[in-house]
């Protein structure tokens, strides 16, 4: 293996740059060097003169800004495909999204969702996510040709999936995953659970207990979402949902929950006492009507809270951009004041804090020496955010996933003055009309109407 | 003058026509013709050929959609030069915004942040708007030589102005610009009174008296806004906010109320009941913690509501698309399920309903005979939105302002293929540059600190 000093040097220079550190560090004029997957320097100014002999390559980056690149922390990639679908329609997961995830869902039509959910997503910005769905082993493989970071998270469930006959044939495709990916740089296996009432206590305990052997596989859940699930908690173990996933074993610190809105005061506690960390999704959880995740709350408590945007039939898109004014809106709605969450905490979500819900916080979350270099270039000369007195505030509400110029994951451009490297937009765009046109058959049977 | 016959005849073919009717008639593929500055002809398939010796320009739109322009239902337009400033602080009206303004807004600051909000419209694919402000003659000035179609609101209240020392000046200012915009095809003179507490019952009856003078001059208020309204209202006057403008005499058919918060049942059956007609600041009244407007309650009253941006002091962009979401989104979360607010009503709200808002229904709002070429083209190609499985739920929950290619007012393109035509956006930025530093020095005065 080459020593670092042989890979090469990338300096951005004329920077606006954001490192996100605890003290929120803004350098108005600033810098970056990159050396091979790592950041070796970051300040205010012009970029020092390297050791003697060393050669770099010098990008100019004209003022736009340069941030940690975006983290989604909880999403079902191939679901770009439906987007758009059963919209307005109440009591959807049942008698829509899993027989049509029944009737569509093969390795193939995964591939050809995760590649256009990859080119989505490095358009806007995101550089790492947290995904769980079925064949979750194609997933993986799609990321890694993306050249993206992410929790890859093989779903388990006691109703019929599109890949697993029963729970044992479940844990099998983990196992494979985790053997896929052990020891990959940018892909980690994760295991998920697919929610407290869609598998019970006795499948959570073996989830469980499959953890407790896999300390450092992190675990995905959908958890405190629905107010059917209370209603099942209650009806079938006397309990809320959460104690159901507390009962089993599973209520710890490789847990991420993603959703959380319907927590009693004590659960909040109890989460925060566990080490628990959760997975905001704002937008999904109003278009449900579902209500207002107590983020606030979560955050005092220190409980780690990362932005996501759920699958795309639900929250219609994979752009973070589009969570940002939704996260902070609805909790100053919840509050009855403009002060809760201001717009630099959203900010803060989207990247550092959202890096340490899915445990990647001292890899990756901020512009700071050693960590990989993940991140992002975004111009601030679009009509709609001049003039930027607060870039905070613009990024917030202003900014939109198209101001995204550039992505670096790993040292390594995804994407360059907007056009994807990694993979080959046409064809992807091509291959999603066409299982697009094989699915229409599919959607006519399914309610006897074009949905 | 010459004859309709003497115009050129412009018709777009290849397209996705959303006609925004009665009956929401779309086109998968179909046309759309333009003479002067009528829509003369649409329909599926291929456009029919002309009649003998008559020519055309034909423009193949290769698939894009076609709908009609966006109308932003309550605005104003100069604060785009404030955008971002006085985030997070609460009673910042009187604390902050009114004194920046008297400090700051000036006949040449307002043409240099109206400009930069013509552009930015234009580029979301707002086509007419409804904007309140201080010296609103020079923003009527910039949307014409903008080609933009628009109310413009000679605001008038009590507190000191930028632009009056009196009440009696500034009822001079609004003969003044009904005067200037007479007759004028695009511009359309309006009174506006800022709110009942800013104005009091005295000058509302004033403006009532005025406005039966002139019963075709719309009236714009900001009604039912704010908890402090609320208390204004019980403490001077012993009622609520509504029966303050209601005594006044201004309750009627011809204005336009902003915002509608706090409206008890009464009051919403009396709005409706006196033909008022309401512009929904979804994302400002959000900013503000204010809570959400009851916009399916007023429309179930067969009251037409229109979206609107507010000030982008407030809202921070005069982007329609940022709105979408957050419309849909906080009907559903009041509602508490997925049903309220279908995408395709959103869709109505910011055309056809917003037109009536305006009192412009007639003339514009959808793509049908007989009505101004008032008109966007939007691309459905880019991988953030596809597939498009339900295009209104497309534009709702997935596109973007930059997806708008081109935008046409009254037959004349103001955008192709993104390219504002009717202003220099170079020099508009260097302006907006120029005056912001020119603000630098007052913000640091006004709090202390840097905003």
């Given at each position: 293996m080459p020593s670092r000093e042989d890979h090469p040097v990338i300096t951005l220079h004329d920077a606006r740059v954001l490192v996100v550190d605890a003290a929120f560090t803004e350098h108005a004029r600033g810098w970056l060097r990159v050396q091979g997957t790592l950041i070796v320097g970051v300040g205010a100014g012009d970029p020092p003169p390297l050791p003697d002999g060393q050669s770099e390559q010098r990008i100019d980056v004209g003022g736009d800004l340069l941030m940690p690149g975006l983290v989604n922390s909880h999403c079902h990639l191939p679901m770009t495909l439906f987007r758009g679908l059963g919209e307005d329609v109440d009591d959807r997961l049942f008698r829509y999204v899993l027989p049509l995830e029944r009737r569509c869902i093969t390795p193939d039509t995964v591939r050809t969702g995760t590649e256009l959910a990859a080119i989505e997503s490095i358009r806007a910005g995101v550089t790492t996510l947290a995904d769980m769905y079925w064949f979750e082993r194609t997933i993986g493989e799609v990321l890694d040709a993306a050249g993206l970071r992410g929790l890859v998270g093989q779903t388990l469930a006691t109703f019929q999936t599109p890949d697993q006959g029963s729970i044992d044939e479940g844990f099998a495709l983990v196992d494979e995953l985790v053997e896929r990916f052990a020891g990959h740089p940018r892909i980690t296996a994760s295991i998920a659970p697919h929610a407290p009432y869609s598998t019970g206590i006795e499948v959570m305990q073996r989830v469980a207990d499959w953890h407790a052997a896999h300390p450092d596989i992190p675990v995905q859940l959908h958890l405190a979402e629905m107010v059917s699930e209370t209603e099942w908690a209650a009806r079938e173990h006397g309990c809320r949902p959460v104690e159901t996933v507390d009962r089993a074993g599973l209520?710890?610190?490789?847990l991420i929950a993603a959703h959380c809105l319907f927590l009693t005061e004590a659960e909040r506690d109890l989460l925060a006492e566990r080490d628990v960390r959760v997975a905001h999704n704002a937008r999904s959880n109003a278009k449900a009507g579902r209500g207002i995740a107590p983020v606030e709350a979560l955050r005092a408590r220190g409980i780690p809270v990362g932005i996501a945007t759920d699958g795309p039939m639900s929250g219609n898109t994979l752009d973070l951009f589009a969570q940002f004014g939704p996260v902070a809106m609805f909790q100053k709605l919840a509050g009855g004041s403009r002060a809760p969450m201001p717009a630099r905490e959203v900010i803060r979500m989207a990247t550092l804090e959202g890096a340490a819900v899915l445990g990647l916080d001292r890899c990756i979350g901020s512009l700071e020496v050693g960590k990989q270099a993940d991140l992002i270039r975004i111009r601030l000369d679009d009509p709609r955010v001049q003039p930027v007195w607060d870039v905070y505030a613009t990024l917030v509400f202003a900014s939109a996933a198209c101001d995204v110029r550039d992505a670096m994951v790993a040292g390594r451009w995804l994407m360059r003055d907007r056009q994807v490297l990694t993979l080959e937009t046409p064809r992807v765009l091509a291959d999603v009309a066409q299982v697009a046109r094989a699915f229409g058959a599919e959607m006519i049977r399914l309610d006897g109407e074009t949905p």
């Open positions: 209520l710890g610190p490789g």
